[in-house]
T-cell receptor, first 111, second 113 residues
């Protein structure tokens, strides 16, 4: 079982719709969770971080964490063509551990 | 403010040649430093992780090595490149007090021919 798993996509949504990106992780003791966005040929940039169960909102982005189900998601409201990118889920197990990435989900927002 | 410099941006090397990629961070002290590799269309594979000078954790057995000669300098090396070493190499830093949020360099696209 891979440590961090994501659907590879591509996920296509129409402009203005909600895009839902999902991620599962294998280590139940994981403590820190991140979503990064990566445009083609560019380096990843941090969108959201979440550390406790529940929802965390930042503008059009909402991260959701459910540690019991070992599941973290990212919702993008009012999707824009500029949101078209690959979204990487990342997990850190403990405060002294490294960050592990999932394979990423490609999102395409259709005008 | 903090910045991370990574060079070169692109590199074409023959099989069997050596490699040296350098990454430096400015504006912070005692960062955690990372080297990742990304194959075309794939996720980020962690190669090396460092929490301090001379402290390197190797995640994947291979012909690559890393060194941290100074607090904010991280170097990725190889004595003899393989075709399979081609990829997009990314250096990143994190402030341990900020919850290990990673900030990436601009990356090096390495093609081994």
């Amino acid at each position: 079982q891979k440590e961090v798993e994501q659907n590879s996509g591509p996920l296509s949504v129409p402009e203005g719709a909600i895009a839902s990106l999902n991620c599962t992780y294998s280590d139940r003791g994981s403590q820190s969770f991140f979503w990064y966005r990566q445009y083609s040929g560019k380096s990843p940039e941090l969108i959201m971080s979440i550390y406790s169960n529940g929802d965390k909102e930042d503008g059009r982005f909402t991260a959701q964490l459910n540690k019991a189900s070992q599941y973290v998601s990212l919702l993008i409201r009012d999707s824009q063509p500029s949101d078209s990118a690959t979204y990487l889920c990342a997990v850190r197990r403990t405060s002294y551990d490294k960050v592990i990435f999932g394979p990423g989900t490609s999102l395409s927002v259709i005008p | 403010s903090q910045t991370i410099h990574q060079w070169p941006a692109t590199l074409v090397q023959p099989v069997g040649s050596p490699l040296s990629l350098e990454c430096t961070v400015e504006g912070t002290s005692n960062p955690n430093l990372y080297w990742y590799r990304q194959a075309a269309g794939r996720g980020l594979q962690l190669l090396f992780y460092s929490v301090g000078i001379g402290q390197i954790s190797s995640e994947v057995p291979q012909n690559l090595s890393a060194s941290r000669p100074q607090d904010r300098q991280f170097i990725l090396s190889s004595k003899k490149l393989l075709l399979s070493d081609s990829g997009f190499y990314l250096c990143a830093w994190a402030n341990p007090a900020w919850g290990e949020k990673l900030f990436f360099g601009s990356g090096t696209q390495l093609s081994v021919l």
